[in-house]
Structures are given as structure tokens and as C-alpha cells.
């Protein structure tokens, strides 16, 4: 990809968020290849063309919680310890209450991770 207008072709523009149409990775971030760059995370790409350049040490927030969106209006440079402070949300994803008794704890290769149980209820039926 070498133009913002290639790169404007896998949006869907919502009311909301700006949804990326293209190869998503594992974690659900957009991926594209910008300037010779293979593997470029498409909403910084999509925030440095238009807002700035992102500051050294920051990173951006998704402020919607959507790992593809990539609208610049939804993304905040911040901190790496404040972006990983508000990933601790009080809805999952799907935008379920967080409590604890919704929430199913597991471990994985020494990591200790979470599950929101309706959603655990969701992937059993499917």
C-alpha cells in the first residue's frame, strides 16, 4: 500500500468507529504495509496522516476499547502504564458488565487471565 487513498478503500466509515476491512492480526489490530514498512499497525498509520506524528514513548489508546477501529477521533496517545491502566474496563468487549461474579479466572503459561462468562456461555453454544 503507497497512498492514503489505498488505504482509505479498506475503511467502513460508521457514525462511530472507522472499522478496518483489511488483514487483521491475531490480537485484532489492522495490519498493512505502509512505505516499504511490512506489518504497520493501520491506526497509527491512519493517525499519523491525519492528526500528527505520534510523540516518542507514547502509544495509542483505543478510547472505544475496538482494536480494529482506526478513526483518530477514538485514538489517544498516551503512556504505555496508562494505556494498560484503562484496558482494565468495566465491560468486556462485547460490552457485558465486568463483575466478579461474571468473570472466569484461568491461568495460561504462568499468565493469569480472565473471561467474561456470558461471553464463555456465547463461544460453548456456537
Known amino acids: 500500500m503507497k497512498t492514503l487513498d489505498e488505504i482509505l478503500e479498506r475503511i467502513e466509515f460508521t ?15 489492522g495490519r498493512l504495509n505502509w512505505l516499504g ?5 493501520a491506526h497509527r498509520v491512519v493517525y ?11 502509544e495509542l489508546d483505543h478510547t472505544c476499547s475496538v482494536r480494529h477501529c482506526v478513526n483518530p477521533d477514538h ?11 484503562r484496558a ?7 460490552g457485558h ?5 461474571n468473570t472466569y479466572w484461568f491461568d495460561i503459561r504462568g499468565y493469569r487471565c480472565r473471561q467474561c462468562l456470558d461471553c464463555r456461555r456465547i463461544m460453548r453454544t456456537r
Open 15 to 29: 457514525d462511530s468507529c472507522w472499522t478496518w476491512t483489511a488483514y487483521r492480526c491475531r490480537e485484532g489490530y
Open 37 to 41: 514498512n511490512p506489518g504497520k499497525l
Open 48 to 58: 499519523e496522516e491525519c492528526v500528527e506524528p505520534i510523540p516518542a514513548g507514547l
Open 75 to 85: 485514538l489517544e496517545p498516551v503512556t504505555g502504564v496508562e494505556n494498560i491502566r
Open 88 to 94: 482494565v474496563k468495566e465491560t468486556c468487549r462485547r
Open 97 to 101: 458488565v465486568r463483575t466478579e461474579a
